[in-house]
C-alpha cells in the first residue's frame, strides 16, 4: 500500500480506534457507546452496514467505514460524533508555526453574500500566516487528470476527488480501484502547492464540509496536516472573534499565492468536468457526473456492463448535489440554493488559465492494498443462522429491514460475521413475546382481558369468557378468542374500564355483584389513555375462597407475630402456640386443597 500505513480496528472501553503508524488514534467518526439507544438508525442508513452491534449497543468499523457522514447525521441522540481535532491546530497556532487555512471551495455556499477578504482578514487576525483556496489545488487535479485520459485511447477513469469514493472502491469494490485516476485530491495537491512555494516548515490546515478528509488525513500524511470541518471553522470564528462579520474588507487581506478561478466550481456535481472540458478538446471521451451514495453504488454495481471503446470519465460524489451538502456544512439550505450561489459567485471570477504558478507532480496510486474481506459462509450456516431467528421457510423471511440489514440473508450473514446479534430480529422478538404474553395469559388463575381506547377487545385467556359464560363463553369456543369484540356488548363492568382510560390512574380494584356474580375486578392501566388491563377473580369460586382464607390466615399470622414479639416477655411460651394454632389452621387448608385438586 502506497501510503506506508498499518490501519487497523482496535478494541476500546470507550471509542472505536483505528492504529497509525503504531499509535491509537480515534477514528474520524466513532460512537459514545453511554449515549447509544440502541435503535439502528445507524445501521440501516449506512451504505456500507460499517456497524456493529454489540451487546445492544452500534460501534462503527472502522476499517469498513468509507467517513460519508450519514449515521452522525441521522442518530436520533448524538451517539455518532466526529473525532475534534482542533486542540492540534489549536496547539500550533499558539506555538507560533507557520499554518496556512485551506478553504475548501464550497465555502462559497457556506458563507453566502460574505466577502472573502473579511473570512481571509478573521483567520489571520486568529493567527493563520495565511488563506489559500483549495480551488486552486482542483484547478491543477483537473489539468492533469485530462492530460492523463488523453494518453488514452479506451477504458475507464473515476475521479480520485471525493475521499469517501476512492474510499469505498478500495474497500468495497477492490476490483475496480485500478479505474481510479492516479493523481492526489484537491486538498493533498493545495497542501503540496503551499509547501513547495512557501518551504517545508508551512504547515496546511484544511476547512471543508467533509469528515472523510480527515480519514485520507490519516491515510496519507505527509501532505495535509489537519483536515478540520466548517462546523470547526464556525466555532473558532464566534469563540474567538464574534464580531469578525463586521469588520473591514482590507486589500491586504487576498488569499495566497493568488485568487482561484473556476476551479471553484468543483463542490457541486459536474464541477469538475466543466473545468477539464473548458480547457481541452476531448471530444472522444465519455464524462458523466453522478451524485449521492445511491447512484454511485448503483454505477459501480454495473460498471462492468460498459463496453463501448471509448473513453469513459466518472466524476462520483457520496453526497447528493456534491460537496455543497457535505454532512459537516452549517448553512442548511437547499441543494439548489447553494449550487446557485456557487455558479453566481465563480461566473463572476475572471476567466484566466488553470493555475500553474507551481509545476508539481501529483500522480498518485489511490489503490489500497486492504479491502473488506468478510467471512466466506456456507449455504447451511446461513439456513441455521435463519433458524436461530424463527425463519424455517423462505416464507419466514419478511425482509422487513427492521434489524437494519436489506434482507434476512444479509442479516443472517452479518451474523455469521459477528456484525449483528440474534435478538435484533424484530419480528422474531415480537413472536416470542406474543407467545410468552399466550402461555402467561393460559397459566394465571385468573380472567384476563386487555382493551384499547375504544373498549375494542386486543386479547384475553380463557378463563375469563368462563367467569362470564353464556354467550361470551360460546363465543370463544367457536372462534377461540375474543379479539376484536366490543367490551361494551361482553362484560356489565366495561364502565370500569372506560373511567381508568379516560382518567389515566395507574390501578382500581372494585367487588362487583351483578346477574349472579361476585367479582373482583382490577384495571391496570398499561398505556395511559390507550391500553389497559383488567383482572377478573370469580370470589364465589371455591378455590379462589380456599386462597382467600390462606392469604387471610397468613396475614393473621404475620400481625401477631409483630405484636408477639413486641410483648414476647409477657406471653411467654404463649406466643408459641398461638403461632402453631394458626400454622395448624393452615396446614389444615392446604390439606383440603391438595385433596380437591387430586
Known amino acids: 500500500m502506497n501510503n506506508q500505513m498499518d490501519i487497523e480496528k482496535v478494541n476500546s472501553e470507550k471509542f472505536e480506534k483505528v492504529l497509525c503508524h503504531g499509535q491509537q488514534m480515534i477514528s474520524p467518526v466513532y460512537t459514545e457507546k453511554n449515549n447509544c439507544q440502541d435503535c439502528y438508525k445507524c445501521l440501516r442508513q449506512c451504505p456500507v452496514k460499517a456497524i456493529k452491534i454489540?451487546?445492544?449497543?452500534?460501534?462503527?468499523?472502522?476499517?469498513?467505514?468509507?467517513?460519508?457522514?450519514?449515521?452522525?447525521?441521522?442518530?436520533?441522540?448524538?451517539?455518532?460524533?466526529?473525532?475534534?481535532?482542533?486542540?492540534?491546530?489549536?496547539?500550533?497556532?499558539?506555538?507560533?508555526?507557520?499554518?496556512?487555512?485551506?478553504?475548501?471551495?464550497?465555502?462559497?455556499?457556506?458563507?453566502?453574500?460574505?466577502?472573502?477578504?473579511?473570512?481571509?482578514?478573521?483567520?489571520?487576525?486568529?493567527?493563520?500566516?495565511?488563506?489559500?483556496?483549495?480551488?486552486?489545488?482542483?484547478?491543477?487535479?483537473?489539468?492533469?487528470?485530462?492530460?492523463?485520459?488523453?494518453?488514452?485511447?479506451?477504458?475507464?477513469?473515476?475521479?480520485?476527488?471525493?475521499?469517501?469514493?476512492?474510499?469505498?472502491?478500495?474497500?468495497?469494490?477492490?476490483?475496480l480501484a485500478d479505474y481510479i485516476v492516479p493523481v492526489l485530491s484537491p486538498m493533498q495537491t493545495h497542501s503540496k502547492v503551499l509547501k513547495g512555494l512557501y518551504g517545508p516548515d508551512v504547515q496546511t490546515a484544511f476547512f471543508g464540509p467533509c469528515i472523510a478528509k480527515k480519514g485520507e488525513c490519516d491515510d496519507y500524511p505527509g501532505l495535509t496536516d489537519y483536515a478540520l470541518t466548517f462546523s470547526d471553522l464556525h466555532d473558532f470564528l464566534d469563540m474567538n472573534y464574534p464580531s469578525w462579520e463586521l469588520q473591514e474588507s482590507e486589500q491586504d487581506n487576498i488569499f495566497i499565492p493568488t485568487q482561484a478561478g473556476k476551479g471553484s466550481y468543483f463542490p457541486v456535481d459536474g464541477g469538475m468536468i466543466a473545468n477539464m472540458k473548458r480547457q481541452t478538446s476531448m471530444t472522444d471521451a465519455s464524462f458523466m457526473s453522478f451524485s449521492g451514495i445511491t447512484?454511485?453504488?448503483?454505477?459501480?454495481?454495473?460498471?462492468?456492463?460498459?463496453?463501448?471503446?471509448?473513453?469513459?470519465?466518472?466524476?462520483?460524489?457520496?453526497?447528493?448535489?456534491?460537496?455543497?451538502?457535505?454532512?459537516?456544512?452549517?448553512?442548511?439550505?437547499?441543494?439548489?440554493?447553494?449550487?446557485?450561489?456557487?455558479?453566481?459567485?465563480?461566473?463572476?471570477?475572471?476567466?484566466?488559465?488553470?493555475?500553474?504558478?507551481?509545476?508539481?507532480?501529483?500522480?498518485?496510486?489511490?489503490?489500497?492494498?486492504?479491502?473488506?474481506?468478510?467471512?466466506?459462509?456456507?449455504?447451511?450456516?446461513?439456513?441455521?443462522?435463519?433458524?436461530?431467528?424463527?425463519?424455517?421457510?423462505?416464507?419466514?423471511?419478511?425482509?422487513?429491514?427492521?434489524?437494519?440489514?436489506?434482507?434476512?440473508?444479509?442479516?443472517?450473514?452479518?451474523?455469521?460475521?459477528?456484525?449483528?446479534?440474534?435478538?435484533?430480529?424484530?419480528s422474531n422478538n415480537r413472536r416470542v413475546a406474543q407467545d410468552k404474553a399466550s402461555v402467561l395469559l393460559k397459566k394465571i388463575p385468573y380472567g384476563v382481558v386487555m382493551v384499547d381506547e375504544t373498549l375494542t377487545i386486543i386479547d384475553s385467556n380463557r378463563l375469563f369468557a368462563e367467569i362470564l359464560g353464556g354467550e361470551v363463553l360460546?363465543?370463544?369456543?367457536?372462534?377461540?378468542?375474543?379479539?376484536?369484540?366490543?367490551?361494551?356488548?361482553?362484560?356489565?363492568?366495561?364502565?370500569?374500564?372506560?373511567?381508568?382510560?379516560?382518567?389515566?390512574?395507574?390501578?382500581?380494584?372494585?367487588?362487583?355483584?351483578?346477574?349472579?356474580?361476585?367479582?373482583?375486578?382490577?384495571?391496570?392501566?398499561?398505556?395511559?389513555?390507550?391500553?389497559?388491563?383488567?383482572?377478573?377473580?370469580?370470589?364465589?369460586?371455591?378455590?379462589?375462597?380456599?386462597?382467600?382464607?390462606?392469604n387471610t390466615t397468613r396475614q393473621v399470622i404475620h400481625q401477631n407475630m409483630e405484636i408477639v414479639q413486641k410483648i414476647a416477655f409477657l406471653l411467654g411460651e404463649n406466643a408459641a402456640y398461638t403461632e402453631s394454632m394458626l400454622n395448624s389452621i393452615v396446614e389444615s387448608v392446604d390439606q383440603d386443597h391438595h385433596s380437591i385438586q387430586e
Request: glycine share 8%; with cysteine; hydrophobic share 40%.
Open 54 to 175: 454489540e451487546s445492544g449497543s452500534a460501534s462503527v468499523i472502522a476499517s469498513e467505514c468509507i467517513y460519508c457522514g450519514h449515521c452522525v447525521q441521522v442518530c436520533p441522540v448524538g451517539a455518532k460524533k466526529v473525532r475534534d481535532d482542533f486542540s492540534k491546530l489549536s496547539e500550533a497556532l499558539d506555538q507560533g508555526m507557520k499554518v496556512i487555512a485551506c478553504l475548501a471551495p464550497s465555502y462559497i455556499s457556506e458563507f453566502p453574500g460574505l466577502d472573502p477578504q473579511v473570512l481571509a482578514g478573521a483567520l489571520k487576525k486568529l493567527g493563520f500566516w495565511g488563506v489559500s483556496e483549495t480551488a486552486l489545488g482542483a484547478e491543477i487535479v483537473a489539468e492533469q487528470t485530462s492530460a492523463y485520459i488523453k494518453e488514452k485511447s479506451e477504458g475507464i477513469f473515476i475521479s480520485s476527488c471525493c475521499p469517501s469514493v476512492v474510499r469505498l472502491i478500495n474497500k468495497h469494490y477492490p476490483q
Open 295 to 426: 447512484s454511485v453504488k448503483e454505477v459501480l454495481n454495473n460498471l462492468a456492463e460498459w463496453k463501448t471503446g471509448e473513453p469513459l470519465f466518472l466524476e462520483l460524489l457520496i453526497c447528493e448535489g456534491g460537496c455543497v451538502k457535505g454532512p459537516c456544512s452549517i448553512n442548511s439550505s437547499s441543494v439548489a440554493i447553494k449550487r446557485q450561489r456557487v455558479l453566481k459567485e465563480v461566473n463572476l471570477r475572471k476567466e484566466t488559465l488553470l493555475y500553474t504558478g507551481a509545476q508539481v507532480d501529483i500522480t498518485f496510486d489511490q489503490k489500497d492494498d486492504n479491502p473488506v474481506n468478510l467471512k466466506q459462509v456456507t449455504e447451511a450456516e446461513i439456513a441455521n443462522a435463519l433458524k436461530s431467528t424463527g425463519k424455517f421457510t423462505e416464507a419466514d423471511e419478511l425482509n422487513c429491514g427492521g434489524c437494519g440489514y436489506d434482507s434476512c440473508r444479509d442479516f443472517a450473514i452479518a451474523m455469521l460475521n459477528g456484525k449483528a446479534e440474534r435478538l435484533m430480529c424484530v
Open 474 to 550: 360460546e363465543l370463544y369456543n367457536s372462534l377461540g378468542k375474543l379479539e376484536g369484540s366490543d367490551l361494551k356488548k361482553v362484560a356489565f363492568f366495561h364502565k370500569l374500564f372506560s373511567s381508568v382510560l379516560y382518567s389515566g390512574e395507574e390501578m382500581i380494584e372494585r367487588r362487583i355483584r351483578e346477574n349472579g356474580l361476585l367479582l373482583n375486578v382490577s384495571v391496570i392501566t398499561l398505556q395511559p389513555h390507550k391500553i389497559v388491563c383488567g383482572i377478573i377473580r370469580n370470589l364465589q369460586d371455591p378455590e379462589v375462597r380456599k386462597d382467600h382464607v390462606l
